[in-house]
């Protein structure tokens, strides 16, 4: 079992930057690709952005190329992802997911935990 807890996000302003945290219990989490998610009202949730076990790869989606960085401290259980030159389009929920395996998946299927969510949202 893994459980995740995501925190940081927020209200901040276009252009800004906001730090998203999450934190795992379990002892695989080491073992374990990470991913963070999104949903935008009305909208599916999409891949940002994901991270092998040993951060040896990342992926990102193509619109947040350059713009966010995800990271992970596997000594603390945890995941990161700093958000630079936020947008208004980035306002969504973001959600932390350990993956099945190893390796860096990028569908919602390669996934098998969640975190509950932060909400950012980014004005114009």
């Known amino acids: 079992q893994v459980q995740l807890v995501e925190s940081g996000g927020g209200l901040v302003q276009a252009g800004g930057s906001l730090r998203l945290s999450c934190a795992a219990s379990g002892r695989t989490f080491s073992s374990r690709s990470m991913g963070w998610f999104r949903q935008a009202p009305g909208k599916e949730r999409e891949v940002v952005a994901a991270?092998?076990?040993?951060?040896?790869?990342?992926y990102y989606a193509d619109s947040v190329k350059g713009r966010f960085t995800i990271s992970r401290d596997n000594a603390k259980n945890t995941v990161y992802l700093q958000m630079n030159s936020l947008k208004p389009e980035d306002t969504a929920v973001y959600y932390c997911?350990?993956?099945?395996?190893?390796?860096?998946?990028?569908?919602?299927?390669?996934?098998?935990?969640w975190g509950q969510g932060t909400q950012v949202t980014v004005s114009s």
């Open positions: 991270i092998s076990w040993s951060a040896g790869s990342t």
């Open positions: 997911a350990a993956a099945r395996y190893r390796w860096i998946g990028s569908r919602q299927s390669d996934y098998d935990y």
